[in-house]
């Protein structure tokens, strides 16, 4: 017996996630050893007992925070602000009905996420409809349940005032821009495009139809957005187009939709620097999202008019660092270069770094 060779350490590994005075990956391990043993107070033994691995787990006292204080930020500069939840960021029942608690309207891209909205008791008129796939019996319902449906293309449009003339019937919509903001790749695939004239068109399809009526402008200028920067060029490109839209029909837009794009606290793969360093406060964005709105639409102030209803449609930031995956080795691998490699069973393989 005493010949056999002992047996290989078992080491748990490290996963940290990248903090503040952290080298990048290719730069010096960590010494710190995070182990988070517990969630919300919940020990995470527990959790695996009772859910078992790999599980996901959300925070719902973090889901909270994290969008009273974004809309914090935002209701504390615009006087008429809503959040529209994103479902496609995560549509968990617990989720969106947390969120939707919290005062949150509900963007869906989907029948399926349509139906799921209103499943979770979310009326008609709290559902943003967009995406580039609407079929006709979508499209009857949502005109039923007075949703703001967002018109992605011409054909879209087409259909829909097909479905209002039949039913000799208004129709109230919004339409999805994409355009160059200077800063972010523009997301062309969604939308009209407004320098080609395409968004112009459309307005003026709209206001030439009898049951159609344009009520609001739509934009998702991309995501994880690093510069505010960003969105003052997309406020000011959709209140330009707004203005002359406005020229052009007989009742005012009333709503601005920015999307959503803003960071979460977490690290990206691909961004180097910790969070703390790579991304801007909450506050500088709404400062310049709102202060932008502010200059954009003085001239509504000034004929005495009412400003527009800023939506905005944050998903990551929401939920992102509300949530953590538990998995479990099941195990271990020499890769030919010497590291070793853990087997996780949540399907994904980690490099475990050396202890120090
Ligand atoms: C994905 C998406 C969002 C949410 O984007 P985040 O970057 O997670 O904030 C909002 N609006 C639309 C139209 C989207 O497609």
């Not at 932008?292 to 639409?297: C, F």
Request: proline fraction near 4%; include cysteine; hydrophobic fraction near 40%.
């Amino acid at each position: 017996m005493k010949n056999l060779p002992s047996a290989p350490q078992w080491e748990t590994p490290l996963l940290k996630p990248h903090g503040l005075g952290d080298l990048n990956k290719f730069g010096r391990r960590t010494a710190r050893r995070d182990l988070i043993e517990a969630i919300d107070g919940v020990s995470v033994h527990e959790l695996v007992e009772a859910y078992g691995s790999p599980v996901f787990v959300t925070s719902e006292r973090r889901l909270r925070e994290n969008i009273r204080k974004i809309r914090r930020a935002f209701d504390s500069r615009w006087p008429d602000v809503v959040h529209g939840w994103s479902y496609k960021t995560n549509y968990t029942t617990a989720i969106c009905n947390i969120l939707h608690q919290e005062g949150s309207i509900a963007e869906v891209v989907s029948g399926f996420e349509y139906d799921k909205a209103r499943h979770n008791g979310v009326a008609g008129h709290d559902i943003i409809f967009n995406g580039p796939n609407k079929k006709r019996v979508q499209l009857e319902r949502a005109i039923d349940e007075g949703a703001m449906i967002h018109v992605d293309h011409f054909d879209e449009l087409a259909l829909i005032g097909d479905i209002a003339s039949e039913r000799r019937q208004n129709v109230r919509l919004a339409l999805r821009l994409t355009f160059d903001t200077g800063f972010t790749e523009a997301w062309s695939r969604f939308g009209f495009h407004l320098e080609s004239g395409q968004a112009h068109e459309a307005a003026r399809r709209i206001a030439a139809h009898p049951y159609l009526q344009l009520h609001g402008l739509h934009s998702h200028i991309g995501t994880f957005i690093l510069d505010p920067r960003a969105y003052e060029s997309q406020v000011k490109i959709m209140c330009g187009f707004m203005r002359e839209v406005e020229a052009g029909q007989d009742h005012l837009i009333d709503y601005i939709d920015i999307g959503g794009g803003l960071p979460s606290r977490n690290a990206l793969q691909g961004v180097y620097q910790p969070p703390q360093q790579a991304v801007p406060d909450l506050d500088d964005y709404a400062e310049a999202i709102c202060g932008a709105l502010a200059r954009e639409t003085q001239y509504r102030l000034d004929a005495g008019q009412k400003r527009p209803r800023l939506i905005f449609e944050s998903g990551r930031a929401v939920v992102d660092d509300a949530q953590s995956l538990i998995a479990s080795v099941c195990g271990l691998k020499m890769l030919p270069d010497g590291r070793r490699s853990a087997i996780l069973d949540a399907g994904v393989n980690v490099l475990i770094s050396a202890r120090n």
